[in-house]
């Protein structure tokens, strides 16, 4: 659903701007998602009988190729019954040949200029996946635990025992994992703790492998979290392991790459971690170790892709020094030179950039980018685009015994390019597609890759091109269900989106997530959406069968039209540029659901509700040719409207209405003018009328057969003059007689400054009537009540808006008028 969501809005706003007569370019393609793929690939030949260790590195990428021309374009198939409508030709994959290589020769340049070393440091390691992480693909959680407390004996003389923190020769030490203890090397106190001030420089032994550790001092410690005694453990926590290059302390790594205890270990060897903690545990408790445990929740690392607890581990990685890179991609933002659309991104993409960490660029696998350096038998590193290349560079390589570096680079080194390289703007600079593409106007994307693929995108812009990607970034909400859960296979709450678009079509599909997408915020996604889209298409098809039926009843000259026609289209006609206006506004600002919601109304009640019943003709008579012609002409720009957010249905609406020169997705905006606000009012007023004449007949049991004489006392005739043929066929009034005096023995409407009385011959039961006046004038004076209570309030005064002073001026004094109306009808009525 969230490539439901991010999909159907790039479409949206590509086809809204070729219909604007842009040059409109959206690129397809995708990226070769190493981690999750070799996954894929690995769990595929498992079920072979084949293990990827049985495999040369040719063999396994021949399956990986196998694999993705399978399975890669399924996403892309997704986009086409989705209704996408993007450059097909211009696909795009990230380990395509020409891509491949700029992502390679990237790597050599800013390797060349400093920016990429090689350093052994502690990173984040996927057990799963067998492979380093960076920072911003682990996802912390709140997570349920253990705390252990154990004791460590001290290196101390048994007279000694009883001036030790357990009475009894130990220290107590509180610990979550206690399956790293063998990985202990030092245990570190704060210096002004007085509890421990006696055991500085003393040593302790690790429980079960008996090794003696040294007690160490260390501000760094917090004397009331726990004991206020710290295991320190260098391998496996990265604060351990800066207190330990702070200590000169050994670093020993008790687990396997698969996230099983190694043999430093010592015990338990080639268990898996967590089976080792509780058998860990239980030995402990055996031996006296363990003192007591307590429910604990802390945050703890997750792989972003495979969801497995990640380890901290002190490793020889690849990486990029991110300080060195990153003040042109801060500063864009910052002076919005790039504007993020919710604003409320501006911050969090400053706190991470004020705070960048080097990139760990490195990955222990097999399928993406091989990273393009070369060691010797000593060790020396060279990096060079191939090893041809390097032989030319460095003729004396050629003697030497070289070996490719056997990781891959992370997928977020290539996409980083995409806004580049998708143009061949670096492996072809300069060319025309570049030049004139580049850069481009808007990228739609997720807040939760912000900093993967956002940050990183605009750095490599202002590096490669020295300037920015793209001018605007407009941030999805994520797709939650109803209960607020956010959509997950695992939970079982996203749906099949292809079953879907089978079942409802993609307009609908479309239509359902649009309809509950507020800007940049998350949406709370329903089927029922969906069940609506569908109730508007066939609203949108029964309003083409009604046209249709009037097409072989045209006038055949085109003689002036009635007035009310003439009115009705009139009016139709400045409905339609008023909303053009304001969808034009609604666009520019992303508020996407807003300007569906704002078609939706405009199609479902000022077309088919108002308009079309205004100039509907009467049984067998004519429509006129003119009207007929108007009708189709605004059906066809409805259409134009809704066709971003609904392609099918538009588009064959559009061909159903006429015989057409071209198709409507590349058809042009009309240009439009200013909105009649006179005539929209008179519109306004119209709707009230027949709504409240209608309201009142039915109160009043009158049959819609039944014909009534409608008189109108107002002050203003000539409004009515224009409208008055619209209202007696809406309401079916027989007459519509204008009138300066009460109308006795007839039902009263009030509507804004006016009085309506209905006369029909069937006994009026008055008493009805006064009571609903009655309530009508309670109401309005309550209303009065709190628009005079606000305009006393000295502060609102002061502070408010003159134009929003006005409004409430203006509500008081037609609440004003309104009452008085009312208040002569009930006495009418006596």
């Not at 659309?341 to 991470?352: D, E, G, Q």
């Not at 580049?438 to 956002?454: G, R, S």
């Not at 006179?678 to 049959?703: F, M, P, W």
Request: aromatic share 12%; net charge negative; proline share 3%.
């Amino acid at each position: 659903m969230g490539h439901c969501l991010n999909n159907t809005i790039q479409d949206i706003l590509i086809r809204n701007a070729r219909m604007q007569g842009k040059n409109a370019c959206w690129v397809p393609g995708t990226d070769h998602a190493s981690i999750a793929t070799e996954a894929k690939v690995v769990h595929m030949l498992r079920d072979k009988g084949i293990a990827k260790s049985s495999l040369s590195r040719e063999d396994f990428l021949k399956h990986a190729w196998e694999w993705k021309e399978k399975y890669g374009g399924i996403i892309l198939q997704q986009l086409k019954k989705l209704g996408c409508s993007l450059d097909w030709e211009r696909t795009s994959f990230t380990m395509d040949a020409d891509y491949y290589q700029s992502v390679i020769s990237v790597f050599v340049d800013l390797y060349n200029k400093g920016y990429i070393y090689r350093g052994k440091r502690m990173i984040n390691w996927d057990v799963k996946a067998k492979t380093a992480l960076s920072d911003e693909e682990v996802i912390r959680k709140q997570t349920n635990q253990k705390l252990y407390y154990l004791r460590y004996m001290l290196d101390i003389p048994e007279n000694e025992y009883t001036n030790t923190p357990s009475g009894d020769g130990g220290i107590i030490i509180a610990t979550v994992r206690p399956e790293t203890i063998m990985g202990d090397t030092a245990i570190c106190v704060h210096p002004d703790d007085e509890r421990y001030k006696h055991l500085h420089g003393k040593f302790a032994f690790v429980p079960l492998i008996n090794r003696r550790i040294p007690i160490i001092t260390d501000e760094y410690v917090t004397m009331d979290f726990g004991t206020g005694a710290l295991k320190v453990t260098p391998a496996h926590d990265i604060n351990d392991y800066q207190l330990g290059q702070k200590h000169k302390l050994e670093v020993v790594d008790t687990l396997n790459d698969d996230g099983t205890l190694s043999a430093e270990a010592q015990i338990y060897i080639g268990e898996d971690r967590f089976a080792a903690r509780k058998k860990i545990a239980q030995e402990l408790e055996e031996k006296g170790f363990l003192l007591k445990t307590e429910e604990y929740t802390s945050e703890v690392g997750y792989s972003e892709r495979t969801d497995a607890v990640v380890e901290p581990r002190l490793s020889l990685q690849w990486w990029v020094d991110m300080k060195k890179i990153s003040g042109p991609a801060l500063d864009a933002v910052m002076n919005d030179d790039v504007s993020f659309y919710p604003a409320k991104f501006k911050n969090l993409y400053r706190h991470w950039m004020e705070g960048i960490k080097d990139w760990c660029i490195s990955r222990q696998l097999w399928w993406g980018h091989r990273i393009p350096a070369w060691y010797d038998e000593n060790g020396n590193v060279y990096v060079a685009k191939s090893l041809e290349d390097l032989h030319t560079q460095k003729s004396e390589t050629k003697t030497l015994s070289l070996k490719q570096d056997e990781d891959c680079l992370d997928t977020w080194f290539s996409s980083w390019l995409w806004p580049i390289e998708v143009f061949k703007g670096y492996s072809n600079r300069n060319n025309a597609d570049i030049n004139y593409y580049y850069p481009t106007n808007t990228l739609v994307t997720a807040p939760e890759i912000i900093f993967f693929w956002v940050a990183r995108m605009i750095m490599a812009g202002y590096e490669y091109k020295g300037q920015k990607p793209f001018n605007e970034v407009y941030f999805t909400g994520i797709v939650r269900d109803k209960q607020g859960r956010k959509m997950s296979k695992q939970l079982g709450n996203s749906p099949d989106l292809l079953e879907m678009i089978d079942k409802d079509g993609a307009d609908a599909v479309r239509f359902g997530i649009m309809i509950s997408s507020p800007a940049g915020n998350d949406l709370m996604w329903d089927p029922a959406g969906n069940e609506q889209g569908r109730f508007f298409i066939n609203k949108i098809w029964n309003a083409l069968k009604l046209v249709k039926m009037w097409e072989g009843r045209q006038t055949t000259d085109n003689s002036p039209q009635p007035t009310e026609n003439n009115f009705a289209t009139l009016w139709f006609e400045n409905r339609l540029n008023e909303v053009k206006a304001e969808l034009t506004v609604q666009f520019k600002e992303f508020r996407l659901s807003e300007a569906l919601k704002t078609i939706y109304s405009l199609i479902w009640d000022d077309f088919c509700s108002w308009y079309l019943e205004w100039v509907k003709p009467g049984f067998e008579q004519q429509v006129e040719k003119s009207v007929y012609e108007k009708t189709v002409g605004f059906f066809e720009e409805l259409m134009q409207l809704l066709h971003p957010f609904m392609p099918f249905i538009t588009e064959e609406v559009y061909h159903q209405l006429k015989e057409q020169q071209g198709d409507l997705t590349i058809s042009q905006y009309k240009p439009f003018a200013g909105a009649d606000k006179a005539i929209l009012a008179n519109g306004t007023l119209l709707k009230e009328v027949i709504s409240s004449v209608r309201d009142a007949r039915n109160k009043n049991q009158l049959k819609p057969k039944d014909t009534v004489k409608l008189h109108i006392q107002s002050e203003d005739e000539s409004v009515y003059r224009l409208i008055e043929s619209i209202i007696a066929k809406q309401v079916n009034a027989e007459a519509v007689l204008f009138t300066q005096s009460t109308i006795t023995n007839a039902i009263t409407v009030v509507v804004q400054k006016d009085k309506f009385f209905i006369e029909t011959t069937s006994v009026m039961d008055t008493t009805a009537q006064k009571e609903q006046l009655q309530k009508d004038l309670d109401y309005l004076k309550g209303f009065l009540v709190s628009v005079e209570k606000k305009l006393g309030n000295e502060r609102f005064v002061q502070n408010a808006k003159p134009e929003v002073i006005e409004i409430e001026r203006k509500k008081k004094a037609d609440a004003e008028a309104k009452i008085k109306v009312i208040e002569e009808s009930i006495t009418g009525l006596s």
